[in-house]
């Protein structure tokens, strides 16, 4: 009886190991499932608060959805570059191409590009009609945003001086609105949808210098940066 007792207890503690390994490769199992698992909830997580950040900045300011870009670009070990910088830089390639460069001033604020041009650049002195030389560089500028791929809202604004308008035109109200309009419908023309496009014309109201001195004497080098247009290209948030 002894023996028999002595075989039985072998038995026991020679299935005991295979138990042990048999209970651990079925947990072995699970653990791919849960950290599979683990990193889908991570990424659901870290998209949902993503399309948060954007949609809570692009509700306050354009201010506030560069300091989100900032702070993604960061996160992703990158330097934050603003997106007009490139677009700034081809276009002033062809402005030189057009022997414009000195006629155009372009500045970049946050995620807003605005170019001004002096309107002796595009049009006849109390003209309203872009000229063809004109055309093309607008055309050039337009070909240029094309190329970033990039959704963009555009409005155009005409400025004048202070001196009164001649001719057909009642106001420097109507000959700014009537050049701001007809510089959109070339960006029109070149597919852009209407409602991305906007004309404002300012008159005389919005003068970037005095168009005269304290005694009230015209200022011609004055007047003639106040007769302008500026087109500001803004993305379409």
Do not use: C
């Amino acid at each position: 009886m002894s023996g028999d007792r002595s075989d039985h207890s072998g038995g026991d503690e020679s299935e005991a190991p295979q138990r042990k390994k048999t209970e651990h490769h079925e947990e072995s199992h699970d653990e791919p499932w849960l950290v599979s698992y683990a990193d889908l909830m991570t990424l659901l997580f870290g998209f949902f608060v993503l399309m948060y950040s954007f949609a809570s900045a692009k509700n306050q300011d354009t201010e506030g959805m560069v300091k989100v870009r900032k702070e993604l670009s960061a996160y992703f070990g990158q330097a934050y570059t603003n997106p007009f910088d490139k677009l700034t830089t081809d276009f002033k390639e062809k402005l030189t191409e057009f022997g414009l460069k000195d006629e155009v001033e372009i500045n970049i604020e946050l995620e807003k590009m605005e170019i001004a041009f002096r309107s002796t650049a595009l049009f006849g002195v109390g003209e309203a009609q872009v000229t063809r030389r004109a055309k093309e560089v607008v055309q050039a500028l337009i070909q240029v945003i094309n190329d970033t791929k990039g959704a963009y809202q555009v409005r155009v604004e005409g400025h004048t001086d202070d001196i009164p308008t001649v001719h057909r035109w009642n106001s420097n109200w109507e000959l700014s609105g009537a050049r701001a309009g007809n510089v959109v419908e070339i960006f029109q023309e070149s597919g852009f949808k209407p409602d991305k496009l906007s004309a404002l014309g300012y008159g005389e109201t919005r003068p970037l210098v005095p168009n005269r001195d304290d005694s009230g004497s015209p200022i011609e080098s004055n007047r003639s940066k106040n007769r302008r247009v500026v087109i500001i290209v803004t993305h379409d948030l």
